[in-house]
């Protein structure tokens, strides 16, 4: 693909019509990258904070839309036993995987270092959510092939339904809240699941 930046000179009076063209294709390639990073998380390639945000002011107007949000129990534990280069490879592992549970045009996004969210993409009602929201957190909970061993973790996945009066900060401040009333659920029902095996 090749961008071209034309100025045109026109003289009426000898009837010519002069045209200078620069190729800009590297400056265009550049901007386009640039865009691309501000709005996007390179270690995994998903939409990032900014973008989710941007997403959820446009959606939120037209739509009642279903926000999940997923946090990994125990990654803290891999990167101090195994290091970050270990971490930064599940992370990318998670990434595939929660893009692989569900429709490919729900929006994924890594807002920060082990949290993500789903944005789903159609309607759904809450029985449907709630069965994302435990594919996700099975999925998730599958081991970690890693060149240091098998790594086990598990997920807190909470969601939340968007009200008519909601700001994409509020929905994402509630999907939040319901991701650690899931994590204290799964901690009082049995020890923190994610440990690294040797």
């Known amino acids: ?27 265009r ?15 995994t390639g998903l939409g990032n904070r ?7 002011a446009h959606d939120l107007r037209d739509r009642r839309v279903h926000l999940l949000f997923v946090d990994l129990d125990g990654f803290k534990a891999v990167n101090d036993a195994h290091g970050h280069r270990v971490g930064d490879v599940i992370l990318r592992e998670v990434a595939t995987r929660i ?9 994924v996004v890594r807002l920060a270092g082990d949290e993500f969210c789903v944005l789903l993409a159609a309607p ?45 900060a509020d929905l994402l401040e509630r999907a939040d809240l319901a991701m650690y009333d899931t994590k204290r659920v799964r901690r009082a029902s049995r020890p923190a699941p994610a440990t690294p095996i040797a």
């Open 1 to 27: 693909e090749v961008w071209l930046e034309v100025d045109l000179q026109v003289d009426p009076e000898e009837r010519v019509i002069c045209a200078i063209g620069r190729d800009v294709s590297e400056r």
């Open 29 to 43: 390639r550049a901007e386009a990258e640039l865009r691309r990073r501000a709005d996007h998380d390179d270690l």
């Open 50 to 56: 900014a973008h989710l945000i941007g997403r959820l």
């Open 99 to 107: 893009r692989a549970v569900g429709s490919p045009d729900d929006l």
């Open 124 to 168: 759904s009602d809450d029985d449907g959510t709630g069965r994302r929201a435990r594919a996700i957190g099975d999925a998730l909970a599958e081991a970690y092939a890693t060149d240091r061993g098998v790594v086990r973790l598990g997920a807190s996945v909470g969601w939340a339904a968007s009200l008519p009066t909601d700001r994409p």
